[in-house]
T-cell receptor, first 113, second 113 residues
């Protein structure tokens, strides 16, 4: 049974650019959630995908978008990057849209300069 | 809406001493409660969870937490800490069966010899 894997582990982008982060969910999990963790803060919910459909969204602007593929892997896309987007982006997978057992990946550290 | 308060941003303690990390939550509906641990430059690992039933839940590495509905608390305790317990600890809440985790700002546990 494989865990949640995220790529890349680190990324440096310039303000205004676009970025795509990737997540492979744990085997058997059909739900992926994305969180943003700014330095010194707790993770903040961005959105969740369940069976390829968005299943809830936090307080993030539309330039944060996502996809889920038939194999339940997922992408997080951020357009028009701002300096405040610098954070650790965490992906979590779970079963059937519920958070009774959410497993997190190691995260992608995004730095916007 | 749900919210989580972790009053202590940092808790220093000596090895083999007991520790309590405090967590209070706010919610108008029934919730699930979680403690996650984050080691430096890593993602989140589930430490323990309360879904229903016994209000005292335990982890495999000696931590325990007690759900107190009247005080809306879910404090984390360990009778004797180790150096290896040094990490950031996050309390989280989710409405029963819903999709997003709401995290506190975290408590850094610093265990010294």
């Amino acid at each position: 049974e494989t865990g949640v894997t995220q790529s890349p582990t680190h990324l440096i982008k310039t303000r205004g650019q676009q970025v795509t982060l990737r997540c492979s969910s744990q085997s058997g999990h059909n739900t992926v959630s994305w969180y943003q963790q700014a330095l010194g803060q707790g993770p903040q919910f961005i959105f969740q995908y369940y069976r390829e459909e968005e299943n809830g969204r936090g307080n993030f602007p539309p330039r944060f978008s996502g996809l889920q593929f038939p194999n339940y892997s997922s992408e997080l896309n951020v357009n028009a990057l701002e300096l405040d987007d610098s954070a650790l982006y965490l992906c979590a997978s779970s079963l059937e849209g519920m958070n009774t057992e959410a497993f997190f990946g190691q995260g992608t550290r995004l730095t916007v300069v | 809406a749900q919210s989580v308060t972790q009053l202590d941003s940092q808790v220093p303690v000596f090895e083999e001493a007991p520790v309590e990390l405090r967590c209070n939550y706010s919610s108008s509906v029934s919730v699930y409660l979680f403690w996650y641990v984050q080691y430096p430059n890593q993602g989140l690992q589930l430490l323990l969870k309360y879904l229903s039933g016994s209000t005292l839940v335990e982890s495999i590495n000696g931590f325990e937490a007690e759900f107190n509905k009247s005080q809306t608390s879910f404090h984390l305790r360990k009778p004797s800490v180790h150096i290896s317990d040094t990490a950031e600890y996050f309390c989280a809440v989710t409405p029963s069966g819903f999709q997003k985790l709401v995290f506190g700002t975290g408590t850094r546990l610093l265990v010294s010899p």
